[in-house]
């Protein structure tokens, strides 16, 4: 099996009926870029940028983050990068901004509700990835976005800080996206308005699980309702699939649930543009793809959508893409 995956480095991510799609990496530093590219990955589809952030004494300077993301942006010469804004708070605390204990930390003061009312913190990440921009493909998102006035509040503040660099004579990309992560249930549900004013989606499916079936994604107790498979998920991410291609936009998947043998299939079906993953299931995913049709798959969505219970989406999609 190794050797078959070996072989496909190089390959394009292209289905049996030659369809094409993206197989990306998720990157925690820079340091990750070399298993991206010793995988064959053909971009970042999320560089979660809170790493720069922890594990130090005080927050990173414009300049150090800077080199970090100029770094990543040069070493993917031109393939896509998707860099995360800081998506800090629920399982990721930061011990210098001393905040205050919450009794549901997943639901509480975090990512994009932390950035925009500490937006200090939040400009000198959007400055270094903006001066950073001319370096390579970037793509800016963010994270943990419930309503369409925080995305527009948030645009609005980069919009500002590019203005400012300008005004300084400092160079900025001129073909920045800027998109939004769906993880929240209500942002599923709302695709349609927010694929009007976001470049791209990209699903958070550790969070959207965790938040549609209300399980902690990290309580043992709860596991089994972590249902990645469960037709509500399903038809939130074919929401947000269909809502993004009516606008002629791109969604791609950033969560566990992208790199998923079982779940592969079926997003392949649903129409998936891009699939992020740990960069060492990129070439299992990539082997995969290339054994399955894409029409055929997106022949089973009516059904696979409309089914009952998970178990029965796992059984079908298993006897249809031949997996045991
Ligand atoms: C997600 O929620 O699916 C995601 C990719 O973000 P994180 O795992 O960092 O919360
Ligand atoms: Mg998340």
Same mark, same amino acid.
């Given at each position: ?31 990750? $870029? ?6 064959? /990955? ?13 594990? %130090?004494?005080?927050? +990173? ?8 993301? %100029? ?16 998506? $800090? ?44 921009? !001319?370096?390579?493909?970037?793509? @800016?998102?963010? +994270? ?14 980069? #919009? ?23 993880? *929240? +249930? ?16 990209? @699903?958070? !499916? ?5 938040? !549609? ?14 249902? +990645? ?29 992208? /790199?998923?043998? *079982?779940?592969?299939? $079926?997003?392949? /079906? ?25 029409? #055929?798959?997106?022949?089973? %969505?009516?059904? $696979? ?20």
């Amino acid at each position: 099996k190794k050797e078959e995956w070996a072989k496909m480095k190089n390959e394009p991510s292209v289905s049996a009926d030659g369809e094409h799609v993206e197989l990306v990496a998720n990157i925690g530093t820079p340091e990750d $870029i070399a298993g991206v590219q010793n995988n064959g /990955g053909e971009g970042v589809g999320l560089y979660r940028t809170e790493f720069l952030y922890m594990g %130090k004494s005080q927050l +990173p300077t414009e300049e150090e983050q800077y080199e970090a993301y %100029k770094t990543v942006l040069e070493k993917m010469e031109d393939k896509p990068v998707v860099v995360r804004t800081l998506d $800090i708070g629920g399982d990721k605390e930061l011990d210098y901004l001393d905040l205050p204990e919450e009794m549901n930390p997943f639901l509480g003061y975090r990512a994009i509700r932390l950035c925009l009312e500490r937006d200090d913190i939040f400009r000198t990440q959007l400055r270094a990835l903006l001066r950073a921009s !001319t370096f390579g493909n970037l793509k @800016i998102m963010f +994270p943990m976005i419930a309503t369409l006035e925080e995305f527009r509040q948030a645009k609005a503040i980069l #919009e500002e800080e590019k203005a400012n660099l300008l005004s300084e004579g400092k160079e900025v990309s001129e073909t920045i996206e800027v998109g939004i992560m769906v993880e *929240i +249930p209500s942002t599923a549900v709302m695709a349609k308005q927010f694929a009007k004013e976001v470049d791209f989606f990209s @699903i958070g !499916t550790n969070d959207l699980i965790q938040y !549609t079936m209300a399980a902690d994604r990290m309580n043992e107790r709860v596991s089994y309702l972590y249902q +990645p498979y469960n037709p509500a998920i399903l038809n939130l991410i074919n929401n947000v699939i269909e809502a993004s291609h009516a606008e002629g936009k791109w969604t791609g998947m950033c969560g566990e649930m992208a /790199g998923d043998e *079982i779940a592969i299939p $079926i997003l392949l /079906g649903l129409g998936l543009d891009e699939f992020s993953m740990s960069a060492t299931s990129i070439l299992p995913a990539r082997t995969q793809i290339s054994s399955l049709s894409k029409e #055929e798959m997106a022949s089973y %969505k009516g059904e $696979i959508l409309s089914m009952n219970t998970a178990e029965e989406v796992v059984e079908f999609v298993k006897a249809k893409a031949a997996l045991q």
